[in-house]
T-cell receptor, first 114, second 116 residues
Framework: EPEVTQTPSHQVTQMGQEVILRCVPI?????FYWYRQILGQKVEFLVSFYNNEISEKSEIFDDQFSVERPDGSNFTLKIRSTKLEDSAMYFC????????????FGQGTRLTVV | AQKVTQAQTEISVVEKEDVTLDCVYETRDTTYYLFWYKQPPSGELVFLIR??????QNEISGRYSWNFQKSTSSFNFTITASQVVDSAVYFCALSVGQGGSEKLVFGKGTKLTVNP
C-alpha cells in the first residue's frame, strides 16, 4: 500500500540552526501539507501546497518557514533559524484531491531544539 | 470558521467495556468531511475513517462504529469490547469544501486508557 514517508524520524538541532524536514508524498498525489503537533497538544495546520505554490498557510507559518518541492518526489519544510518553541512533531500529508488529503499522513518527524 | 470540540480529555476503562468518544464540530459549509485518527504512543497518526457531510449513515468496522448526526453536529466514535491495544489518543478532524486544498482542523484529542 502506498504511503507517505518522512525523514528523519527524529532530529535534534541547536537553537538558531536551520533544519530541513523531508517528505516523499504518495506518487500520484497533487496536494501536500505540513502539520505540527507540540507535545501533548492537538495537531495544527501549517501550510498546504498545490501546483508548485503555497495555497494556504496558517499564522504559525511565518517567515522562518518555507516549503519546496525540489523535484518530482520530495516535499520539504525548512525552518531557517530554529527556536525552542519549534520543538514538535511535524507531519507531512498528501492527497490527490480536495476533501480527502488528511487521510494520508507520514509517520512524523520529531524535532527537538536544544 | 471551523472548530472541532472533543470535550473528553481523558477516559479510562477496563478491558471489554464499551466506550464512546464524543466529537462536536462547527462549520457553516454544507460540504465537509469528518475524520477520526488514532495516535498510539509511538506517535504516528493512523487514519480510521472519513465521512462526507452528505452521508449520514452510521458505519461499523469490526469493534469500531461511528455515529454521524448532522442535527447535533456530532460525529461520535464507539469502541465495543475495548482492548488494551486500543489505548491511544484519538483525534476528530474536520475538512471543508468540495475540492481544492482544504486543511484539516483537529480537535484537542481524547486520551483513552484501557486497563487489563
Amino acid at each position: 500500500e502506498p504511503e507517505v514517508t518522512q525523514t528523519p524520524s527524529h532530529q535534534v538541532t541547536q537553537m538558531g540552526q536551520e533544519v530541513i524536514l523531508r517528505c516523499v508524498p504518495i506518487s500520484n498525489h497533487l496536494y501536500f501539507y505540513w502539520y505540527r503537533q507540540i507535545l501533548g497538544q492537538k495537531v495544527e495546520f501549517l501550510v498546504s501546497f498545490y501546483n508548485n505554490e503555497i495555497s494556504e498557510k496558517s499564522e504559525i507559518f511565518d517567515d522562518q518557514f518555507s516549503v519546496e518541492r525540489p523535484d518530482g518526489s520530495n516535499f520539504t519544510l525548512k525552518i531557517r533559524s530554529t527556536k525552542l518553541e519549534d520543538s514538535a512533531m511535524y507531519f507531512c500529508a498528501s492527497g490527490w484531491t480536495g476533501g480527502a488529503p488528511g487521510a494520508f499522513f507520514g509517520q512524523g518527524t520529531r524535532l527537538t531544539v536544544v | 470558521a471551523q472548530k472541532v470540540t472533543q470535550a473528553q480529555t481523558e477516559i479510562s476503562v477496563v478491558e471489554k467495556e464499551d466506550v464512546t468518544l464524543d466529537c462536536v464540530y462547527e462549520t457553516r459549509d454544507t460540504t465537509y468531511y469528518l475524520f477520526w485518527y488514532k495516535q498510539p504512543p509511538s506517535g504516528e497518526l493512523v487514519f480510521l475513517i472519513r465521512r462526507n457531510s452528505f452521508d449520514e449513515q452510521n458505519e461499523i468496522s469490526g469493534r469500531y462504529s461511528w455515529n454521524f448526526q448532522k442535527s447535533t453536529s456530532s460525529f461520535n466514535f464507539t469502541i465495543t469490547a475495548s482492548q488494551v491495544v486500543d489505548s491511544a489518543v484519538y483525534f476528530c478532524a474536520l475538512s471543508v469544501g468540495q475540492g481544492g486544498s482544504e486543511k484539516l482542523v483537529f480537535g484537542k484529542g481524547t486520551k483513552l486508557t484501557v486497563n487489563p
